[in-house]
């Protein structure tokens, strides 16, 4: 199974808004609303943010906000904030019955 | 709350078989609500998603690792473990492992950094 496709890097100033793709295929993304986010700050484990495309988990902020349309899932931040930068990850659930992350996205807030 | 918490070798010779368990806390591996998985990340790179195993014992590993991987559980002691066989440099990474629901990975390790290195 291949990544899902992320940029590699994105950046915003404090008070904007970033989104940030993911791109799978019609096997993963495009099959099942069952994408999810995590964030990671340097050497911490993973955190979920947003599961099943657009939910979020309780005591995430409701700055995330996630979306998809076709074979591309997106993750919005609005009114960035110092505390936001770090890694993003996507997640998808595969035809095949495995899970697949994108190469994640190294998030600056400028 | 559940926690979850990694062990085993830091240090692994090529060639040999990669040993860690997960112990779980708050939770138990055999309450059939979550499928409990592995997860690595190479020093500066991404996650990579290893495999999963339910209360059943029914286990599905990534297509790239299936050939090397097995993950078991021990109900008794709640805790499920990873083998990964002949390791190389390519396998040094933090492994992380973690509950999962069918769509997402709801809690995580802190991650052990294993290192495969004569």
């Known amino acids: 199974q291949s990544a899902l496709t992320q940029p590699a890097s994105v950046s915003g100033s404090p008070g904007q808004s970033i989104t940030i793709s993911c791109t799978g295929t019609?096997?993963?993304?495009?099959?099942?609303?069952?994408v999810s986010w995590y964030q990671q700050h340097p050497g911490k484990a993973p955190k979920l943010i947003i599961y099943d495309v657009n939910k979020r988990p309780s005591g995430v902020s409701n700055r995330f906000s996630g979306s998809k349309s076709g074979n591309t899932a997106a993750l919005t931040i609005s009114g960035l904030q110092a505390e936001d930068e770090a890694d993003y990850y996507c997640n998808s659930y595969t035809s095949s019955s495995t899970w697949v992350f994108g190469g994640g996205t190294k998030l600056t807030v400028l | 709350q559940v926690q979850l918490q990694e062990s085993g070798p830091g240090l692994v010779k090529p060639s040999q078989t990669l040993s860690l368990t997960c112990t779980v806390s708050?939770?138990?591996?055999?309450?059939?609500?979550?499928?409990w998985t592995w997860i690595r990340q190479p020093a500066g790179e991404g996650l990579e998603w290893i495999g999963r195993i339910y209360t059943s014992g029914s286990t599905i590993y990534n297509p790239s690792l299936k050939s090397r991987v097995t993950i078991s559980l021990d109900t008794s002691n709640n805790v499920f473990s990873l083998k990964l066989t002949s390791v190389t440099a390519a396998d040094t990474a933090v492994y992380y492992c973690?509950?999962?629901?069918?769509?997402?990975?709801?809690?995580w390790g802190q991650g052990t950094l294993v290192t495969v290195s004569s």
């Open positions: 708050g939770d138990s591996i055999s309450s059939g609500s979550y499928y």
């Open positions: 019609s096997s993963d993304v495009g099959g099942f609303d069952y």
């Open positions: 973690a509950r999962a629901g069918l769509t997402n990975f709801d809690s």
